[in-house]
């Protein structure tokens, strides 16, 4: 687990040997300048304002991370450009997560990237009840973030840095969120944290333990193969993999047809990584009572979710695949052609 973080470290200060944030391997921290509707660093304690554009996230703990969703009642395939922060925490400038939203949450540390799991009651963030959702991601049509200006920092290797790579999924009633911390020369941030399969759902995306409902759990896990990863063989102690690409259809400008992807769709990850040292906490919620001071958690109001309970120890290393945020994998496809590369990323690349 240490030797990624150590191993990304010795390879880039002697790669590159100069700057103080060259700890960090390449294509890891974000370079260019925070979105326009955020403050400039993340910063806690920040007023209540539930009508905040802010796109600004920070992925500390199981009591202190953000999502993005609709600042106003809309799908998420409607509103990805236009999504909002809202934390568990005043930060940010954001938006308040009601209390009693979410109703069990598992924040998994890894040596690569930082995952939030959750269950919740997702209208009260303006998803709509049987909204399947979308995913959210730095790149999106305009080249800057679905939504655009979204940022995500995360204070978990030491201090808040801004991650360059992470994705989203999220629907009514479930997310998943992967924050991209580390990287080395076999995955990289983008690899690790890839954005092209928004059709697959969280349990194909972000493989684990998600019978997690009811438990509010902080986790050590392995490292899961990058999504869509499959190891082929290991040649001359190097692992080669394929990979696999979202099918997808569209028109062309001048009105034909192209097809880029797989044609069928694998129907799981290759492994499900296992957690451990799980700490299970009572609940998560920030103690504002919006509705005493006037402010309405969000435009919607869905069913009611109960409250977080508490329910004592989890089993770290169980595997409950769950798809249901962003899936759509009831549609079939009918052939199945795998890739075998050296490079993941450059067969991803010939796709798109
Ligand atoms: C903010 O997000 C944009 C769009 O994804 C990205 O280009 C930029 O590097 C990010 N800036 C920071 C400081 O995270
Ligand atoms: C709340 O956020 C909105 C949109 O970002 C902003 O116009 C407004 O001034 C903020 N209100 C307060 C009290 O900060
Ligand atoms: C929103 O999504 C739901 C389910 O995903 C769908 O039934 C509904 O038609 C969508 N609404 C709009 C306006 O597209
Ligand atoms: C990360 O942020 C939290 C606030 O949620 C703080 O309690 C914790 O000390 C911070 N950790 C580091 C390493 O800065
Ligand atoms: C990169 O990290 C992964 C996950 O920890 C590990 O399996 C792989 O061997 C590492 N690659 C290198 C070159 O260190
Ligand atoms: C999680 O638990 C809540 C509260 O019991 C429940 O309403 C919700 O349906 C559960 N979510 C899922 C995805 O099963």
Redesign the pocket.
Known sequence: MHS?AA?ALLLTSSALGVLADASFYPGVIATGTQGPTNPPKPTLGTPVNQTSMARLLSINSIDDFCLFAPPEKKNISESETEEVAWCTKQRNNARLIPDGTLTGVSFLKT??YVQVLGYGDFTKLNIPYGDYGGELDPHGAYGSGNPIGGNVTSNITGSDQNFAEWMLYIDYNQFCLRVCTSA????SAAAMCWHELDEMGCGFVMPGNYNFNHTFETCEAD?AYPPGWYPTATVDGTTKFSTFAQYFTGTNSDGSGYTVGDTVTPSAPYMTPSSSNCATTSSVGNGVALAQLGISGSAASGPTASGPKQTGSSAGSSSHASNSAADLTSQTYPVIIFISILSGMAAVAIFH
């Open positions: 990624f191993t040596s690569a080395n020369s076999t995955y490292v």
